[in-house]
Nanobody, 115 residues
């Protein structure tokens, strides 16, 4: 069982930055993939960024060049640095951990970007 707790969401003006954190209840070294997803009102949940091991990352086209995912294995924490935020980034952001064969989810943190 893996518990995930997100933090760092909030209200920010367009062009601003936020850093989301996802603290895991277990060592993330043993977790295959950790991801950030988001879900805006009336829309499907979408993958924002993912990190496999300590090196391989992937990003949605809409956030490439603006968002950076990273992990600190010593702190069992994954981060999402979000820069140059846009109103369309407004959503609930969820941390996801895939530890074969189970997907685990956090409770989500709200990010609101005002224009």
């Amino acid at each position: 069982q893996v518990q995930l707790v997100e933090s760092g969401g909030g209200l920010v003006q367009a062009g601003g930055s936020l850093r989301l954190s996802c603290a895991a209840s277990t060592t993330i070294f043993s977790i295959n993939t950790m991801n950030w997803y988001r879900q805006a009102p009336g829309k499907q949940r979408e993958l924002v960024a993912g990190i496999i091991s300590d090196v391989t990352t992937r990003y949605a086209d809409s956030v490439k060049g603006r968002f950076t995912i990273s992990r600190d294995n010593a702190k069992n924490t994954v981060y999402l640095q979000m820069n140059s935020l846009k109103p369309e980034d407004t959503a609930v952001y969820y941390c996801n951990a895939y530890k074969y064969p189970v997907n685990y989810w956090g409770q989500g943190t709200q990010v609101t970007v005002s224009s």
